[in-house]
Protein backbone atom coordinates (compact mmCIF):
# COMPACT_ATOMS: atom_id res chain seq x y z
CA UNK A 1 0.00 0.00 0.00
CA UNK A 2 0.85 3.26 -0.72
CA UNK A 3 3.11 2.61 -3.67
CA UNK A 4 1.17 4.07 -6.34
CA UNK A 5 3.49 6.28 -8.38
CA UNK A 6 1.70 9.33 -9.12
CA UNK A 7 4.21 11.30 -10.52
CA UNK A 8 3.91 8.90 -13.62
CA UNK A 9 1.07 10.23 -16.22
CA UNK A 10 1.62 13.77 -16.60
CA UNK A 11 2.46 15.19 -13.44
CA UNK A 12 5.05 17.46 -13.24
CA UNK A 13 8.17 16.35 -11.41
CA UNK A 14 8.92 19.35 -9.42
CA UNK A 15 5.18 19.47 -7.93
CA UNK A 16 5.49 15.90 -7.06
CA UNK A 17 8.33 16.68 -4.27
CA UNK A 18 5.53 18.99 -2.48
CA UNK A 19 2.78 16.48 -3.07
CA UNK A 20 3.96 13.21 -2.23
CA UNK A 21 3.99 14.06 1.21
CA UNK A 22 0.62 15.38 1.42
CA UNK A 23 -0.31 11.78 -0.58
CA UNK A 24 1.18 10.07 2.13
CA UNK A 25 -0.64 12.50 5.08
CA UNK A 26 -3.66 11.22 2.49
CA UNK A 27 -3.10 7.67 3.44
CA UNK A 28 -3.13 8.23 7.15
CA UNK A 29 -5.44 10.89 7.09
CA UNK A 30 -8.46 9.57 5.42
CA UNK A 31 -9.37 5.96 6.30
CA UNK A 32 -11.85 5.86 9.39
CA UNK A 33 -12.82 3.48 11.53
CA UNK A 34 -16.74 2.49 10.86
CA UNK A 35 -18.95 2.20 13.63
CA UNK A 36 -18.40 -1.02 15.49
CA UNK A 37 -22.09 -1.70 15.84
CA UNK A 38 -22.06 -1.43 11.65
CA UNK A 39 -19.30 -4.11 11.81
CA UNK A 40 -21.25 -5.98 14.15
CA UNK A 41 -24.26 -6.11 12.10
CA UNK A 42 -23.24 -5.75 8.49
CA UNK A 43 -20.53 -9.03 8.67
CA UNK A 44 -23.23 -11.64 9.23
CA UNK A 45 -25.62 -10.04 6.54
CA UNK A 46 -22.86 -10.06 4.19
CA UNK A 47 -21.91 -13.81 4.81
CA UNK A 48 -25.81 -14.47 4.27
CA UNK A 49 -26.00 -12.65 0.96
CA UNK A 50 -22.61 -14.20 -0.23
CA UNK A 51 -24.54 -17.84 0.64
CA UNK A 52 -27.56 -16.75 -1.07
CA UNK A 53 -26.17 -15.39 -3.91
CA UNK A 54 -23.79 -18.64 -4.83
CA UNK A 55 -26.45 -21.20 -4.29
CA UNK A 56 -28.24 -18.68 -6.88
CA UNK A 57 -25.34 -18.92 -9.54
CA UNK A 58 -25.10 -22.81 -8.96
CA UNK A 59 -28.61 -22.87 -9.78
CA UNK A 60 -28.39 -20.51 -12.63
CA UNK A 61 -24.86 -22.50 -13.98
CA UNK A 62 -27.10 -26.11 -13.48
CA UNK A 63 -30.13 -24.38 -15.18
CA UNK A 64 -28.04 -23.07 -18.14
CA UNK A 65 -26.06 -26.91 -18.38
CA UNK A 66 -29.54 -28.44 -18.48
CA UNK A 67 -30.67 -25.89 -21.07
CA UNK A 68 -27.56 -26.34 -23.08
CA UNK A 69 -27.76 -30.10 -23.11
CA UNK A 70 -31.66 -29.96 -23.72
CA UNK A 71 -29.85 -27.62 -27.37
CA UNK A 72 -27.91 -29.80 -28.00
CA UNK A 73 -28.53 -31.16 -31.39
CA UNK A 74 -30.29 -34.13 -31.89
CA UNK A 75 -28.77 -37.35 -33.06
CA UNK A 76 -30.08 -38.51 -36.53
CA UNK A 77 -33.09 -41.13 -36.51
CA UNK A 78 -32.43 -44.71 -36.71
CA UNK A 79 -33.54 -45.87 -40.21
CA UNK A 80 -35.90 -48.30 -37.88
CA UNK A 81 -37.82 -45.32 -36.43
CA UNK A 82 -37.65 -43.25 -40.21
CA UNK A 83 -39.46 -46.89 -41.38
CA UNK A 84 -42.18 -47.04 -38.42
CA UNK A 85 -43.00 -43.59 -38.74
CA UNK A 86 -44.04 -44.51 -42.99
CA UNK A 87 -45.75 -47.65 -41.79
CA UNK A 88 -48.01 -45.29 -39.74
CA UNK A 89 -48.44 -42.92 -42.46
CA UNK A 90 -49.36 -45.18 -44.66
CA UNK A 91 -51.83 -47.39 -42.05
CA UNK A 92 -53.27 -43.81 -41.02
CA UNK A 93 -54.81 -42.60 -44.76
CA UNK A 94 -57.06 -45.51 -44.67
CA UNK A 95 -58.26 -44.27 -41.17
CA UNK A 96 -58.47 -40.85 -42.46
CA UNK A 97 -61.07 -42.09 -45.77
CA UNK A 98 -63.08 -43.87 -43.30
CA UNK A 99 -63.42 -40.59 -41.27
CA UNK A 100 -64.31 -38.68 -43.83
CA UNK A 101 -67.08 -41.23 -44.99
CA UNK A 102 -68.45 -41.35 -41.67
CA UNK A 103 -67.98 -37.43 -41.75
CA UNK A 104 -70.09 -37.92 -44.79
CA UNK A 105 -68.46 -36.77 -47.61
CA UNK A 106 -68.20 -39.10 -50.95
CA UNK A 107 -65.09 -40.79 -51.16
CA UNK A 108 -63.08 -40.48 -54.31
CA UNK A 109 -64.12 -43.56 -56.08
CA UNK A 110 -60.56 -45.10 -56.18
CA UNK A 111 -60.75 -45.20 -52.71
CA UNK A 112 -64.08 -46.72 -52.35
CA UNK A 113 -63.39 -49.73 -54.60
CA UNK A 114 -59.77 -50.06 -53.12
CA UNK A 115 -62.26 -50.54 -49.80
CA UNK A 116 -64.57 -52.93 -51.64
CA UNK A 117 -62.12 -54.95 -52.56
CA UNK A 118 -61.22 -55.70 -48.89
CA UNK A 119 -64.93 -56.18 -48.60
CA UNK A 120 -65.40 -52.75 -46.22
CA UNK A 121 -68.34 -50.79 -47.19
CA UNK A 122 -68.28 -47.49 -46.41
CA UNK A 123 -70.85 -45.48 -44.72
CA UNK A 124 -72.27 -42.07 -46.21
CA UNK A 125 -71.38 -42.97 -50.44
CA UNK A 126 -73.60 -43.28 -53.28
CA UNK A 127 -73.85 -46.84 -54.16
CA UNK A 128 -70.45 -48.21 -55.72
CA UNK A 129 -69.62 -47.41 -59.16
CA UNK A 130 -67.32 -50.19 -58.78
CA UNK A 131 -70.02 -52.60 -57.04
CA UNK A 132 -72.40 -51.88 -60.09
CA UNK A 133 -69.62 -52.16 -63.21
CA UNK A 134 -69.01 -55.53 -61.40
CA UNK A 135 -72.17 -56.37 -61.09
CA UNK A 136 -73.14 -55.20 -64.58
CA UNK A 137 -70.29 -56.91 -66.11
CA UNK A 138 -71.73 -59.79 -64.12
CA UNK A 139 -75.27 -59.23 -65.47
CA UNK A 140 -74.70 -57.72 -68.41
CA UNK A 141 -75.88 -60.42 -70.85
CA UNK A 142 -79.11 -60.88 -69.19
CA UNK A 143 -79.98 -57.28 -68.89
CA UNK A 144 -79.63 -57.41 -72.82
CA UNK A 145 -81.33 -60.06 -73.11
CA UNK A 146 -84.37 -59.01 -70.79
CA UNK A 147 -84.18 -55.42 -72.85
CA UNK A 148 -87.43 -57.08 -74.95
CA UNK A 149 -89.23 -56.69 -71.97
CA UNK A 150 -89.73 -52.70 -72.50
CA UNK A 151 -89.96 -52.70 -75.70
CA UNK A 152 -88.01 -50.35 -77.53
CA UNK A 153 -88.13 -48.15 -75.01
CA UNK A 154 -86.62 -50.13 -72.41
CA UNK A 155 -83.96 -50.97 -74.86
CA UNK A 156 -83.23 -48.22 -75.55
CA UNK A 157 -82.39 -47.08 -71.63
CA UNK A 158 -80.41 -50.48 -71.43
CA UNK A 159 -78.56 -49.35 -74.38
CA UNK A 160 -78.16 -45.52 -73.02
CA UNK A 161 -77.44 -46.98 -69.52
CA UNK A 162 -74.93 -48.66 -70.76
CA UNK A 163 -73.34 -46.14 -72.97
CA UNK A 164 -73.38 -43.87 -69.83
CA UNK A 165 -71.66 -46.22 -67.47
CA UNK A 166 -69.23 -46.75 -70.32
CA UNK A 167 -68.74 -42.91 -70.83
CA UNK A 168 -68.46 -42.27 -67.06
CA UNK A 169 -69.95 -42.42 -63.74
CA UNK A 170 -73.27 -40.13 -64.50
CA UNK A 171 -75.27 -43.18 -63.11
CA UNK A 172 -73.80 -43.19 -59.86
CA UNK A 173 -73.84 -39.44 -59.51
CA UNK A 174 -77.15 -39.63 -60.70
CA UNK A 175 -78.51 -41.97 -58.15
CA UNK A 176 -76.10 -39.70 -55.73
CA UNK A 177 -78.16 -37.18 -56.61
CA UNK A 178 -81.79 -38.29 -55.87
CA UNK A 179 -80.49 -39.80 -52.42
CA UNK A 180 -79.04 -36.13 -51.90
CA UNK A 181 -82.87 -35.24 -52.66
CA UNK A 182 -84.04 -37.88 -50.65
CA UNK A 183 -82.40 -36.52 -47.62
CA UNK A 184 -82.73 -33.07 -48.03
CA UNK A 185 -86.97 -34.12 -48.20
CA UNK A 186 -88.45 -32.40 -45.76
CA UNK A 187 -85.56 -30.39 -44.19
CA UNK A 188 -86.06 -27.05 -46.28
CA UNK A 189 -89.62 -25.24 -45.84
CA UNK A 190 -92.10 -25.59 -48.34
CA UNK A 191 -90.60 -28.92 -49.49
CA UNK A 192 -93.91 -30.54 -47.96
CA UNK A 193 -96.02 -28.01 -49.26
CA UNK A 194 -95.21 -29.20 -52.73
CA UNK A 195 -93.31 -25.64 -53.51
CA UNK A 196 -90.41 -27.01 -54.39
CA UNK A 197 -90.44 -29.08 -57.82
CA UNK A 198 -88.70 -32.72 -57.58
CA UNK A 199 -88.00 -32.64 -53.82
CA UNK A 200 -91.47 -33.17 -52.60
CA UNK A 201 -93.85 -36.43 -53.53
CA UNK A 202 -95.49 -34.89 -56.43
CA UNK A 203 -94.80 -36.13 -59.78
CA UNK A 204 -92.16 -33.44 -61.43
CA UNK A 205 -92.61 -32.16 -64.72
CA UNK A 206 -91.68 -34.99 -67.43
CA UNK A 207 -92.28 -37.68 -65.00
CA UNK A 208 -95.00 -40.08 -65.13
CA UNK A 209 -95.20 -41.24 -61.83
CA UNK A 210 -92.66 -43.91 -62.13
CA UNK A 211 -90.76 -44.49 -59.53
CA UNK A 212 -87.27 -44.83 -61.07
CA UNK A 213 -85.05 -42.08 -62.83
CA UNK A 214 -86.45 -39.12 -63.42
CA UNK A 215 -86.52 -39.75 -67.41
CA UNK A 216 -83.68 -37.76 -69.38
CA UNK A 217 -84.65 -36.31 -73.05
CA UNK A 218 -81.28 -38.35 -73.87
CA UNK A 219 -81.92 -41.01 -71.70
CA UNK A 220 -84.53 -43.27 -73.80
CA UNK A 221 -87.08 -43.59 -70.62
CA UNK A 222 -90.28 -44.58 -70.75
CA UNK A 223 -91.50 -41.70 -73.09
CA UNK A 224 -94.61 -40.05 -71.22
CA UNK A 225 -95.17 -37.09 -70.04
CA UNK A 226 -95.21 -34.10 -72.30
CA UNK A 227 -91.77 -33.55 -73.26
CA UNK A 228 -91.75 -33.17 -77.14
CA UNK A 229 -88.13 -34.22 -77.58
CA UNK A 230 -87.79 -36.68 -80.11
CA UNK A 231 -87.13 -40.00 -79.19
CA UNK A 232 -86.95 -43.34 -81.29
CA UNK A 233 -88.74 -45.09 -78.55
CA UNK A 234 -91.76 -43.18 -78.44
CA UNK A 235 -95.15 -44.60 -80.44
CA UNK A 236 -95.63 -42.52 -82.78
CA UNK A 237 -98.63 -40.26 -82.87
CA UNK A 238 -101.88 -40.45 -85.04
CA UNK A 239 -101.19 -36.88 -86.08
CA UNK A 240 -98.04 -37.96 -87.61
CA UNK A 241 -98.49 -39.73 -91.09
CA UNK A 242 -96.66 -43.49 -91.18
CA UNK A 243 -93.23 -42.82 -93.01
CA UNK A 244 -93.21 -43.18 -96.25
CA UNK A 245 -97.06 -42.36 -96.94
CA UNK A 246 -97.44 -38.63 -96.61
CA UNK A 247 -95.37 -36.69 -98.52
CA UNK A 248 -97.37 -33.92 -98.45
CA UNK A 249 -98.64 -31.60 -95.46
CA UNK A 250 -100.66 -33.49 -92.87
CA UNK A 251 -103.09 -30.85 -92.10
CA UNK A 252 -106.04 -30.53 -93.25
CA UNK A 253 -106.01 -28.25 -95.97
CA UNK A 254 -107.74 -24.98 -95.72
CA UNK A 255 -111.62 -25.03 -97.02
CA UNK A 256 -111.83 -28.74 -96.31
CA UNK A 257 -113.85 -29.67 -92.56
CA UNK A 258 -112.86 -32.98 -90.46
CA UNK B 1 -1.39 -11.19 1.95
CA UNK B 2 -0.33 -13.94 -0.92
CA UNK B 3 -2.45 -14.80 -3.55
CA UNK B 4 -3.03 -18.22 -1.97
CA UNK B 5 -3.82 -16.54 1.40
CA UNK B 6 -6.20 -14.08 -0.60
CA UNK B 7 -7.82 -17.02 -3.14
CA UNK B 8 -8.67 -19.28 -0.03
CA UNK B 9 -10.35 -15.96 1.50
CA UNK B 10 -12.03 -15.41 -1.27
CA UNK B 11 -13.42 -18.62 -1.27
CA UNK B 12 -14.52 -18.97 1.94
CA UNK B 13 -15.91 -15.74 1.66
CA UNK B 14 -18.32 -16.88 -0.96
CA UNK B 15 -19.44 -19.73 0.43
CA UNK B 16 -20.37 -17.38 3.46
CA UNK B 17 -17.88 -18.13 5.91
CA UNK B 18 -18.49 -15.07 8.72
CA UNK B 19 -14.90 -15.40 9.51
CA UNK B 20 -13.65 -14.52 6.07
CA UNK B 21 -16.30 -11.67 5.32
CA UNK B 22 -14.77 -10.44 8.57
CA UNK B 23 -11.58 -9.98 7.58
CA UNK B 24 -12.43 -8.68 4.09
CA UNK B 25 -14.35 -5.89 6.11
CA UNK B 26 -11.63 -5.00 8.34
CA UNK B 27 -9.02 -4.64 5.72
CA UNK B 28 -11.04 -2.41 3.49
CA UNK B 29 -13.96 -0.85 4.86
CA UNK B 30 -11.92 1.66 7.10
CA UNK B 31 -10.11 2.84 3.70
CA UNK B 32 -13.80 2.66 1.58
CA UNK B 33 -15.62 4.65 4.40
CA UNK B 34 -12.46 6.98 4.17
CA UNK B 35 -12.98 7.90 0.77
CA UNK B 36 -16.69 8.26 0.83
CA UNK B 37 -16.22 10.80 3.68
CA UNK B 38 -13.55 12.65 1.85
CA UNK B 39 -16.06 12.81 -1.11
CA UNK B 40 -18.97 14.14 1.25
CA UNK B 41 -21.28 11.01 0.36
CA UNK B 42 -24.93 11.85 1.96
CA UNK B 43 -24.70 9.01 4.89
CA UNK B 44 -21.38 7.74 4.30
CA UNK B 45 -21.32 4.82 6.88
CA UNK B 46 -24.99 3.75 4.81
CA UNK B 47 -23.19 3.97 1.43
CA UNK B 48 -20.50 1.67 3.10
CA UNK B 49 -23.23 -1.15 3.77
CA UNK B 50 -24.38 -0.74 0.89
CA UNK B 51 -21.70 -1.02 -1.21
CA UNK B 52 -20.39 -4.11 0.87
CA UNK B 53 -23.73 -5.93 0.31
CA UNK B 54 -23.16 -5.84 -3.77
CA UNK B 55 -19.58 -7.17 -2.95
CA UNK B 56 -21.66 -9.79 -1.17
CA UNK B 57 -24.03 -10.07 -3.43
CA UNK B 58 -21.64 -10.22 -6.79
CA UNK B 59 -18.55 -12.38 -5.45
CA UNK B 60 -19.93 -15.37 -6.74
CA UNK B 61 -18.43 -13.66 -10.07
CA UNK B 62 -15.31 -12.20 -9.61
CA UNK B 63 -11.75 -13.09 -10.64
CA UNK B 64 -8.93 -12.03 -9.79
CA UNK B 65 -6.13 -11.09 -7.17
CA UNK B 66 -6.13 -8.92 -4.17
CA UNK B 67 -5.35 -5.58 -6.13
CA UNK B 68 -8.24 -6.68 -8.64
CA UNK B 69 -10.20 -7.55 -5.95
CA UNK B 70 -9.50 -3.81 -3.87
CA UNK B 71 -10.19 -2.02 -7.44
CA UNK B 72 -13.75 -3.63 -7.70
CA UNK B 73 -14.90 -3.20 -4.61
CA UNK B 74 -13.58 0.31 -4.87
CA UNK B 75 -15.28 1.05 -8.49
CA UNK B 76 -18.65 -0.82 -6.28
CA UNK B 77 -17.81 2.37 -3.70
CA UNK B 78 -17.56 4.54 -6.20
CA UNK B 79 -20.74 3.56 -8.12
CA UNK B 80 -23.05 3.54 -4.94
CA UNK B 81 -21.38 6.72 -3.85
CA UNK B 82 -22.93 8.74 -7.61
CA UNK B 83 -26.27 6.92 -6.42
CA UNK B 84 -26.42 8.24 -3.28
CA UNK B 85 -25.26 12.02 -4.29
CA UNK B 86 -28.20 11.47 -6.75
CA UNK B 87 -30.80 10.35 -4.33
CA UNK B 88 -29.52 13.13 -1.37
CA UNK B 89 -29.33 16.10 -4.77
CA UNK B 90 -32.67 17.43 -2.90
CA UNK B 91 -31.96 17.45 0.57
CA UNK B 92 -29.77 19.50 2.33
CA UNK B 93 -26.73 17.30 3.66
CA UNK B 94 -24.88 18.85 6.37
CA UNK B 95 -21.13 17.56 6.57
CA UNK B 96 -19.06 17.13 9.30
CA UNK B 97 -17.28 20.65 10.58
CA UNK B 98 -14.50 18.53 11.92
CA UNK B 99 -12.83 16.30 9.73
CA UNK B 100 -13.12 12.49 11.35
CA UNK B 101 -10.61 10.82 13.56
CA UNK B 102 -7.71 8.71 11.06
CA UNK B 103 -8.04 5.13 11.45
CA UNK B 104 -4.26 4.45 12.04
CA UNK B 105 -3.90 1.49 9.52
CA UNK B 106 -1.45 4.15 7.50
CA UNK B 107 2.33 3.05 7.76
CA UNK B 108 5.05 4.91 9.23
CA UNK B 109 5.89 7.16 6.45
CA UNK B 110 2.11 8.37 5.88
CA UNK B 111 1.92 8.59 9.55
CA UNK B 112 4.85 11.20 9.59
CA UNK B 113 3.48 12.65 6.43
CA UNK B 114 0.24 13.69 8.40
CA UNK B 115 2.37 14.89 11.02
CA UNK B 116 3.89 17.46 9.06
CA UNK B 117 1.24 18.56 7.38
CA UNK B 118 -1.66 17.88 10.09
CA UNK B 119 -5.11 16.33 9.54
CA UNK B 120 -6.69 19.48 9.02
CA UNK B 121 -4.84 21.02 6.52
CA UNK B 122 -5.14 17.30 4.50
CA UNK B 123 -8.96 18.28 4.78
CA UNK B 124 -9.05 21.09 4.03
CA UNK B 125 -6.84 21.03 0.94
CA UNK B 126 -8.90 18.02 -0.03
CA UNK B 127 -11.88 20.24 0.27
CA UNK B 128 -10.47 22.75 -2.49
CA UNK B 129 -10.37 19.85 -4.99
CA UNK B 130 -12.83 19.99 -7.79
CA UNK B 131 -15.45 16.89 -7.30
CA UNK B 132 -13.64 14.98 -10.33
CA UNK B 133 -10.00 16.17 -9.02
CA UNK B 134 -10.35 14.58 -5.28
CA UNK B 135 -12.35 11.38 -6.80
CA UNK B 136 -9.31 10.51 -8.91
CA UNK B 137 -6.53 11.33 -6.82
CA UNK B 138 -8.47 9.33 -3.69
CA UNK B 139 -8.81 6.32 -6.21
CA UNK B 140 -5.04 6.37 -6.90
CA UNK B 141 -3.88 6.87 -4.13
CA UNK B 142 -6.22 5.01 -1.28
CA UNK B 143 -7.38 2.08 -3.78
CA UNK B 144 -4.10 1.98 -5.65
CA UNK B 145 -6.44 1.79 -8.85
CA UNK B 146 -4.32 2.61 -12.18
CA UNK B 147 -5.08 5.17 -14.52
CA UNK B 148 -6.95 2.85 -16.73
CA UNK B 149 -9.45 1.41 -13.65
CA UNK B 150 -9.62 4.69 -12.56
CA UNK B 151 -10.86 5.49 -15.44
CA UNK B 152 -13.48 3.07 -15.76
CA UNK B 153 -14.68 2.97 -12.26
CA UNK B 154 -15.45 7.13 -12.71
CA UNK B 155 -16.73 6.35 -16.42
CA UNK B 156 -13.90 8.82 -18.29
CA UNK B 157 -11.56 8.22 -20.49
CA UNK B 158 -7.72 7.80 -19.75
CA UNK B 159 -6.27 10.68 -20.60
CA UNK B 160 -9.19 13.02 -19.03
CA UNK B 161 -8.39 11.10 -15.68
CA UNK B 162 -4.71 11.93 -16.39
CA UNK B 163 -5.28 15.42 -16.43
CA UNK B 164 -7.61 15.51 -13.71
CA UNK B 165 -4.39 14.07 -11.53
CA UNK B 166 -2.09 16.65 -12.97
CA UNK B 167 -4.73 19.17 -12.30
CA UNK B 168 -5.44 18.05 -8.92
CA UNK B 169 -2.15 17.83 -8.03
CA UNK B 170 -1.16 21.19 -9.41
CA UNK B 171 -4.21 22.71 -6.85
CA UNK B 172 -2.10 20.75 -3.87
CA UNK B 173 0.98 21.95 -4.24
CA UNK B 174 -0.17 25.78 -4.46
CA UNK B 175 -2.29 25.46 -1.68
CA UNK B 176 0.67 23.83 0.23
CA UNK B 177 2.84 26.81 -1.09
CA UNK B 178 0.72 29.01 0.06
CA UNK B 179 0.27 27.74 3.04
CA UNK B 180 4.10 27.47 3.56
CA UNK B 181 5.50 31.17 3.89
CA UNK B 182 2.76 31.72 7.11
CA UNK B 183 4.54 28.79 8.48
CA UNK B 184 7.86 28.76 7.32
CA UNK B 185 8.24 32.42 8.04
CA UNK B 186 8.85 32.31 12.11
CA UNK B 187 11.11 29.08 12.06
CA UNK B 188 13.17 31.32 8.95
CA UNK B 189 13.02 34.58 11.06
CA UNK B 190 14.27 32.29 14.55
CA UNK B 191 17.21 30.50 11.97
CA UNK B 192 18.27 34.43 11.06
CA UNK B 193 17.90 35.50 14.92
CA UNK B 194 20.09 32.90 15.56
Known amino acids: ?258 | MSLERFTTLLEAARQGSEAAWQELYDGLAPVVLGYLRANNAPDPEDVLSEAFLQVARDISSFEGDEPGFRSWVFTIAHHRLIDARRHAARRLVELSPEPPEPSGHADDAADEALARIGLEEVHRVLALLSDDQRMVLLLRVLADMSIEDVAKAVGKRPGAVKALQRRGLAAVKRELARRRPKAQAPSKGGARGQ
Do not use: W
Request: glycine share 12%.
Open chain 1, 1 to 258: MGSNPVDGNGAYASEMQEALVFMDALRAAVPTEPDPRLRAELVPRLAGTARASMLEAETRSMRRGTAAVAATPRRPRSRRALVARVAIAIALIPLVFAGLAVAGVTVPSPARSAFDAVGITLPNQPRSESKQSSAEQGSQAPAQTGAPQGGAAQGGGATTETSATSKGNSKAAHEHARAQHEKAKGKALGHERGKAIGLNDATPPGHTGQTGPPAHSNAGGNGGGSSNSNSSSRAPKATHAPNGVAKGPTKTPPGHSK
